[in-house]
């Protein structure tokens, strides 16, 4: 009978992922801060090119998406060629997967890393291997030590979500020269554009045949709900990852937003600005309330509270005040709550409510 129809291996030891909630019963007007998404939205220039894009609802997109490879390129100073976009990058990740990881193969990730890499790898019937971090933090070492023979794929997220810490380049290149040959090694940059001076791994990727990074427009430039990530590496990787690209992954609508966003670098250096200045400013804030956090990169941050029972007393007292944040127990952290950098207002609001809870227990 139906025992005959049987999906692929690995794909019903997936956990459907949730997202993070975005309503709160009986709130109307609740803060969403369960989601890393940008408070401010896209930029005028890119709403603009989207409301353009409707012009454009008959005709097909592009197949090569060369307009925007060349956008990308530009901005950080990368070669079009080696760029490849996708439905978020979300699809790239999965791309690596369906391309370099199969039944009996590894792939390989981070205790706390995103929850994406594990999909990612069940879905293309290869082995998902999480590796211990040290207090929150990518361990080089331990992930040089869970590799072997059958390992494809070694993703980091740098910084990592959902802890906001990072590691240096000088480890991250120790971690390239130490896989094993037939390992690539994938830089998640969806919070690249947090750090400072940080360039996510191109330059990595642009000189070792064994690195790739991947970027998103979900993120700083407020495209969440677009869906526009894209990868950058070696030549030969492109041009596997092309062969199981669907010539039309991407809309006009999305390839000519996304156009206008990476071309608006004002932008994205006010959000990281404001960004910074927020985090800081809600991290003492929580500090100064007895609730700690690691120094965080991204746009959010890591709250640590004594138990799993603290985090999600926490949890509803803020629900409570209809504020949106993220439990995040399916990432190894009962114990925490990811809070979303919001705006100068979202943030007052939960610095308050934060006192206001550690100040009755
Ligand atoms: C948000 C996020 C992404 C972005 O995913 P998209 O599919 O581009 O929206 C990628 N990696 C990590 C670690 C993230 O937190």
């Not at 307009?67 to 976009?85: F, N, S, T």
């Not at 991947?214 to 677009?226: A, C, H, P, V």
Request: with cysteine; proline share 5%.
């Amino acid at each position: 009978m139906t025992d005959h129809i049987r999906p692929q291996p690995g794909i019903m030891e997936i956990a459907l992922y949730q997202g993070g909630a975005s309503h709160v019963a009986g709130v109307t007007d609740a803060v969403k801060l369960s989601s890393n998404e940008n408070p401010f939205g896209p930029s005028e220039a890119t709403k603009d090119a989207f409301r353009r894009a409707a012009d454009k609802l008959h005709r097909y997109p592009s197949t090569d998406h060369a307009k925007l490879r060349e956008a990308i390129g530009e901005a950080h100073g990368l070669d079009p060629a080696r760029i490849i976009c996708g439905v978020g990058s979300d699809e790239i990740i999965h791309f690596l997967c369906q391309a370099y990881a199969g039944p009996g193969d590894e792939v390989v990730f981070t205790e706390h890393g995103f929850l994406m890499y594990k999909i990612s790898a069940r879905a293309a019937g290869a082995t998902p291997v999480s590796v211990r971090e040290r207090d929150r933090t990518t361990d080089v070492d331990a992930l040089l030590a869970a590799c072997g023979p059958a390992t494809k794929l070694v993703f980091i997220a740098n910084p990592n979500n959902p802890t906001g810490t990072m590691i240096g380049l000088p480890e991250i290149e120790r971690l390239a020269d130490g896989l094993p040959d037939q390992a690539i090694l994938v830089l998640d940059g969806a919070y690249a554009e947090y750090v400072e001076g940080y360039d996510g791994g191109a330059a990595l990727a642009t000189v070792r045949p064994n690195v790739f990074m991947t970027r998103t427009f979900s993120k700083i430039y407020g495209l969440g709900g677009l869906r526009i990530g894209w990868g950058y590496g070696p030549q030969a990787i492109i041009d596997v990852l092309n062969r199981i690209r669907g010539p039309f992954n991407l809309s006009n609508a999305q390839l000519e937003a996304a156009e206008a966003a990476v071309r608006d670098g004002d932008y994205v250096e006010k959000c990281r600005e404001e960004n910074a200045r927020l985090r800081t400013w809600l991290a003492k804030s929580l500090a100064e309330s007895g609730l700690p956090s690691d120094t965080s990169t991204a746009n959010f941050i890591l709250a640590r509270f004594a138990d799993e029972a603290e985090a999600a007393a926490c949890d509803a007292f803020l629900q409570a005040r209809g504020l949106i944040v993220r439990r995040v127990a399916g990432y190894g952290l009962p114990h925490c709550l990811r809070i979303t950098i919001g705006d100068a207002a979202a943030c007052r609001l939960v610095a308050d409510a934060i006192r206001d809870f550690k100040g009755q227990t």
